[in-house]
């Protein structure tokens, strides 16, 4: 179970620094996407960002840590809640996908730190 979570939090983690600095950058895809079409001010973009690395650092140093990588799991779980729900509010059925699927990631991250928590 251990290198199933380092592989899911490898990939997870690689996606959300992109996510992130693509938000830092205001890469235009992502200030279509979320600006635009779902409606975030331009101004929450660094805290979006920050949240996404929070999340990336706290569920590598959960591969050493497990109840940080168990707290970040469950951040991560409530930050892409919000972003799915954010693209159902506005009936953006076609930017809802990448939500889901970092949404999936994170639940998938998250049981698995807590299934390698527990087996020796």
């Not at 992502?30 to 999340?55: D, N, Q, S, W």
């Amino acid at each position: 179970m251990g290198i199933a979570y380092v592989v899911t939090v490898t990939l997870l983690a690689s996606i959300l620094v992109f996510s992130g600095i693509g938000k830092l950058r205001s890469d235009p895809h992502i200030v279509r996407v979320i600006h635009e079409t779902v409606g975030v001010p331009m101004k929450y973009f660094p805290f979006l960002a920050t949240c996404e690395f929070a999340g990336t650092v706290g569920m590598i140093l959960g591969i050493w840590w497990p109840s940080l990588g168990v707290a970040a799991g469950i951040g991560l779980i409530l930050y892409f809640v919000s972003a799915v729900v954010s693209h159902l509010r506005v009936g953006d059925g076609k930017g809802i996908g990448p939500a889901t699927f970092l949404l999936t990631l994170s639940v998938a991250a998250f049981i698995l730190r807590i299934v390698a928590q527990k087996v020796p």
